[in-house]
Each structure stands twice: as structure tokens, then as C-alpha cells.
């Protein structure tokens, strides 16, 4: 018999608010909003010479940083078929059909997702987990990273077998 271990990550500390808009239903794109997310992080892999799976620390202290990246911002996508972005003269624009936004860049995080949903701001976070994981030498079995965007409403990206 062999045992599997993984930590769960889940403090106060990994929330961000943020404003965003996404599109659904073909052409239906939703007001621009806000959200106060918390972010949870499951890791998974072996037990190391410490016999633990991940250093609590460094994987805190990741995900600390990756949600402050996008706390107080405005989140846009960039590989959205129909919300086109722009960025130039330290201003964001930000156009679907009729409807045009315009920011200052300081206030705006550009991801490269097709639209800004939770399930793609969980697989964002899980990409940027992964890499600062990579720089401590760890890389875990699989990752699960959720995004809470209203009490009970999650976003979950999941990466399986990622030795």
C-alpha cells in the first residue's frame, strides 16, 4: 500500500479585489464589476527529506504575491475573440461591439486568457504558482487552485500528473 499526500492553501491572505466584464451567450457582454476573490491552492507530491510535500512557506508567500499582481485592478483579457484591448500613452482601452472602456495602464492587468472568468483566473494563478514552485526546485504531482468570486461560487483548474 502507498500513501499520497498533498496541503491545502487557504488563508485570508489570498484574496484580491478586482473589477472585470466577461462575454457569454455568443454577444452578451456583462457590465463592468467587482469581486472580492480568495484564491485556495491544493499541492500534491511526494514527501521530501523533511517529510513534507511543499515548504508552507514559499508556497504562502507565491501565492501572496501572485494575488497582489492583481489586486485593485482592473482584469482584461487579451486573447478574446470579440473584446478587443489596447494599451498605449499609459492608457487601456478596451472595446466590444458599441461599448468602449478606457483606463490608466496602472490600474490594469492584461492576461492572456480568452475571457475573465474564475476558471481561467484559477488556471492563471495555477501557471504563475507552478513557475515560483519551479524556482524553489519543487514540482508537485498535481495542483488544484480554486477561485471564489462570490461566497460558493468557484472556479477550479486542475493539473494532473505533472511529473
Known amino acids: 500500500m502507498s500513501n499520497t499526500y498533498h496541503v491545502r492553501l487557504r488563508k485570508e491572505q ?3 479585489c478586482a473589477a472585470h466584464f466577461i462575454t457569454f451567450a455568443g454577444n452578451i457582454c456583462e457590465p463592468l464589476h467587482g469581486h472580492n476573490y480568495r484564491v485556495a491552492a491544493e499541492i500534491a507530491g511526494p514527501l521530501d527529506e523533511n517529510e513534507y510535500v511543499v515548504d508552507f512557506i514559499a ?4 501565492l501572496i504575491a501572485i494575488t497582489r499582481t492583481l489586486d485593485h485592478r482592473v482584469i482584461l483579457p ?7 484591448v489596447t494599451s498605449a500613452d ?4 478596451a472595446r466590444f461591439e458599441d461599448r468602449r472602456w478606457v483606463f490608466p495602464a496602472s490600474d490594469c492587468v492584461l492576461l492572456p486568457v480568452s475571457n475573465t472568468t474564475a476558471e481561467l483566473l ?4 495555477g501557471e504563475q504558482l ?3 514552485l519551479a524556482e524553489h526546485g519543487f514540482r508537485p504531482t498535481s495542483l488544484e487552485v480554486s477561485v471564489d468570486e462570490c461566497e460558493g ?5 486542475r493539473w494532473d500528473d505533472l511529473r
Open 153 to 157: 461560487q468557484e472556479g477550479v483548474c
Open 59 to 62: 508556497a504562502r508567500d507565491a
Open 14 to 16: 489570498f484574496t484580491f
Open 78 to 84: 487579451t486573447s478574446h475573440p470579440t473584446i478587443h
Open 130 to 132: 507552478l513557475a515560483a
Open 122 to 125: 484559477a488556471h492563471h494563478i
Open 90 to 93: 499609459n492608457e487601456v482601452t
